[in-house]
């Protein structure tokens, strides 16, 4: 699946069909446009989770100086940047 930021959807088409409209189209294009924006407005919109680093996880413990990170779920070493389904972002 791929993920589109539906706000930016809308508002690429809505530019499109005011672009249109100063040109004096209101033809099939406009009606397409229209069409456009019903479509996307009756699309789910998927919302991605956050992803904790291991840098910022309340699970992770620092070693070689911020180098590697370990988990106390077991997980092994990791870099700052890793992440898993386990994060929780630590509070500071």
Same mark, same amino acid.
Request: charged letters at 25%; glycine letters at 8%; one cysteine or more.
């Given at each position: ?10 508002? #690429? ?8 409209? =100063?040109? %004096?189209?209101? %033809? #099939?294009? =406009? ?6 924006? =019903? ?35 077991? =997980? ?8 898993? #389904?386990d994060g929780v972002r630590e509070e500071?």
């Amino acid at each position: 699946m791929n993920l589109i930021d539906y706000n930016q959807a809308v508002e #690429a088409i809505e530019n499109e069909r005011k672009l249109l409209l =100063n040109r %004096g189209q209101y %033809g #099939a294009e =406009n009606v397409l446009v229209h069409h456009a924006l =019903n479509v996307i407005a009756g699309l789910p919109i998927v919302r991605q989770p956050e992803i904790i680093r291991c840098k910022d996880c309340e699970h992770s413990k620092s070693y070689s100086n911020g180098e590697m990170f370990g988990c106390e779920f077991g =997980n092994g070493l990791h870099e700052p940047d890793w992440y898993c #389904a386990d994060g929780v972002r630590e509070e500071r």
